[in-house]
């Protein structure tokens, strides 16, 4: 833990002065500490962690990640972002509850009803803008090789 306490500071381009002052302790402090001449205490680990946004697993036994990994995707927010109502959300959610092969099942399900809804009725794609319209549809390749007429 010493040798991790001293690749953490180093990380993060800091003297033991600095480092320590964020802890309530000294730079000679930090430097037994990573000398292992004394103990690393329970309160200490917990402040730094809490201070440095340190994994605890990492710091203790040297599992990665170093550092606390943020949520990056909340999709509370997302959806609430969107003007999904409660029900939505809910709905959302316990999509993603159920078991991946149901929800394969699911996808395949709607995207034929999909496919037969747009077959029997193709002004279903059209879209509501120029851009959409672009995004919606590639450039064609004229020059198929296969013969097939692509529009």
Known sequence: MNDRLRMLREDMKLSRAAFGD???VSGDVINN????????????????????SVNEEWLRNGTEPMYVQPDAFSLDDFVKSKGATGLELEIV???????????????????RRLAAAVAADPALLVPDSEEELEAQCPPVDTGNASGVDAG
Do not use: N, S, W
């Open 22 to 24: 964020k802890l309530g």
């Open 93 to 111: 959610k316990t999509y993603f509850e159920l078991d991946p092969q149901i929800r394969k099942a699911a996808m395949d399900h709607f995207k």
């Open 33 to 52: 500490l990573e000398r292992g001449r004394v103990e690393i205490k329970e309160h200490i680990v917990k402040l730094i962690c809490a201070e440095y």
